[in-house]
């Protein structure tokens, strides 16, 4: 049974920091995703990794993978307020369905 | 592209009564159609997964009698929740996926029951 495991829960920052979230799978997997997820909206797509070493960043956010230690993580840097939200990394089964199980999210909250 | 449009937004229902909610594929064809829920401030939780033109499968504890779940074309599917009640309130979002989509998700519905 794929389990994924993603930490802290809670993240509050101040702007202009850095830091780093971790999601954590148990069984192989060839893709995970990673969303935002704003209060009453649904989820966002940020970034969809399906390669080991695979890197992508887009403005103050960069996702790795690294498959081998079934892990991936979100990296912030200088963080800014707009940033709040919650993120939510997504991993797929590998049996091809399309089918995901998502990390348990970590709620981020930049304050200014 | 890859836009999946679910509507309503937000509903309110009465206990009781019924309320279906509609997930449509605009720019791709969806064969499966993932269903979850959400409650507040929780991740999200897998009800069923359908499949165009046959029966959807359930995640265990799901009821498929008060759930019901139809994907009669490639661009549509939807869920009814039958005989709502408070405990049914909830975020309900639907995914679409297809050949070479599988990550977007509709905009969500409000469900509330009173």
């Known amino acids: 049974e794929l389990k994924v495991e993603q930490n802290p829960l809670f993240l509050s920052m101040q702007e202009g920091k850095n830091y780093t979230i971790y999601c954590n799978y148990s069984?192989?997997?060839?893709?995970l995703y990673w969303y935002r997820q704003d209060p009453g909206k649904s989820l966002e797509s940020l970034f969809v990794?399906?390669?080991?070493?695979a890197v992508k960043q887009e403005g103050r956010l960069m996702a790795s993978l690294d498959t081998k230690a079934r892990l991936s993580t979100l990296h912030i840097t200088a963080a800014v307020h707009d940033l709040s939200a919650t993120y939510f990394c997504?991993?797929?089964?590998?049996?091809?369905?399309?089918?995901?199980?998502f990390g348990t999210g970590t709620r981020l909250k930049v304050l200014a | 592209g890859a836009v999946v449009s679910q509507h309503p937004s937000r509903v309110i229902c009465k206990s009781g009564t019924s309320v279906k909610i509609e997930c449509r594929s605009l720019?791709?064809?969806?064969?499966?159609m993932f269903w979850y829920r959400q409650f507040p401030k929780q991740s999200l939780m897998l009800m069923a997964t359908?499949?165009?033109?046959?029966?959807?499968?359930?995640e265990q504890g799901v009821e498929k009698d008060k759930f019901l779940i139809n994907h009669a074309s490639l661009t549509l599917s939807t869920l009814t929740v039958t005989s709502a009640h408070p405990e049914d309130s909830s975020f309900y979002i639907c995914?679409?996926?297809?050949?070479?989509?599988?990550?977007?998700f509709g905009s969500g519905t409000r469900l509330t029951v009173v």
């Open positions: 997504a991993v797929a089964l590998p049996s091809g369905t399309y089918k995901y199980i």
């Open positions: 069984t192989t997997s060839d893709r």
């Open positions: 990794l399906l390669s080991n070493g």
């Open positions: 720019d791709f064809q969806a064969t499966t």
């Open positions: 359908s499949n165009e033109g046959s029966k959807a499968t359930y």
């Open positions: 995914r679409g996926a297809g050949a070479n989509y599988g990550y977007t």
